[in-house]
């Protein structure tokens, strides 16, 4: 992979402040734009951003073989909570109330839970959702109360074999790991979700795995992450194998039944296919197998929305549904039914749920495309407003230590990820010589070869 992180910036973020009248119009724009604005289009039409990852470390308990960092990124210093909060502020500006805003990293949890705390407190307070992304290594049942009481919405649990976990040598095995994680989040009031990054090695498991997440009541939400050389990573690029359309062959395996991934869209169709299941026990039956139908929904759902503005006020709208195309209505209701009957025994065997199902196609950070940036659906929040996920992991040493201003009663202030705790100017971009770092500073390749030197 060439350099990207000493080339120049090919996206800039989209600034502290939303400058426009409708949040909605950059995603639809850049949707319209490359030809992705079609009938079964969801972003830009009901919302203005799927989601936002805040880093509120660069620090992690893993080295995964496939993780989206940079080998310095924990060269860095954590940023206080000030940084987090006016990046809180400038997630809210461009999207408004019901954006779901990550708690990533690194994985959050090795920060102070009061930290956290403080942090779900603020999301619920700016009216945006909250959501843990974490390995779950240190995320035990009391440490998930205490955000959950905070406010905390949904937590996401990434395991898979790219993480090396000691004593697990496949997906199945790491099914233990799964089930005790649903295990401590089970009655917490939390929406549980599940990250898997498809990669050579597990690849032939993804039917099993996808039949195991099916049958976890649980779940509301399971992600399949396709390989992309994007960091630090030492696996590189992706097996001819692995493409979208194999994955979801797998994926639809696992579940023993079609999905129709191309019937309703979140965001571009290169980047992100969609599927929504109502399950029983061992069962599964698409939502979204009357395509005109789901269109037809989608069109006088945007016709009866109001907010134009922010996130689509569901229930809201759907009253309106009722109200304005009482047919329309009556039909959707009866297609759910239908779908809620062909569970059969399924329904007797436990809880019918829905379940989201995702499959991520991230870019290389060497091979970026600008239409699929410019309709990104996944945002990172920088020193200077979002910026698209893929766009940022291509380049996330600039941004990194990018001087961010804090604006306080107390005057402004600079934070540099690179220099401990606030000054009172901002220090030049830069992060220090990795020749001259603890290897403990140290993860993925830059590891490696500090290893391979001794």
Known sequence: MKDVASSPPIFTPAGRRFSGSDRRAP???????SGEYGPGQTAGRFYPIACVALEVTQRCNLDCSLCYLSDRAEMTYDPPLSVLFARLAAIHSHYGPGVSVQLTGGDPTLRKVEDLEALCRETRRLGMRSCL???G???????????AAAGLDDVAFHVDMTQDRKGFESEEALNTVRKAYIRRARGLGLRILFNT???ED?????PQLARFLRDQPEVGFVSFQMQADTGRGVIRERPARITQASVMRAVEEGYETPLHFDTAAVGHSRCNRYASVIGGKGRAVSLLSNRALVHQVIDVLEQVDRSQDGHLDIRDSVRRLVRRKPVLALRAGLHLLACAMRLGTGLLRGPVRRQSVFIHNF???????EDRCASCVFMVATSNG?????????????????????DSPMGTHWWNAAVRGLSDRPSLPGLDDPDEA??????????????GAK
């Open 438 to 451: 603890p290897l403990k500073r140290l993860k993925g390749q830059l590891r490696v070869a500090r290893k």
């Open 197 to 199: 990054t498809v990669f």
């Open 133 to 135: 992304m974490t390995n």
């Open 27 to 33: 995603l639809r724009d850049g949707l319209w734009r």
């Open 386 to 406: 979002p910026l698209s996920m893929c766009a940022h992991n291509a380049q996330r040493d600039i941004h990194l230590a990018m001087p961010d201003r804090v």
């Open 202 to 206: 597990n690849f032939d498991e993804l």
């Open 363 to 369: 870019m290389a950070a060497d091979a970026l495309d």
């Open 137 to 147: 290594i240190r995320a035990s049942r009391a440490f998930l109360a205490r955000l």
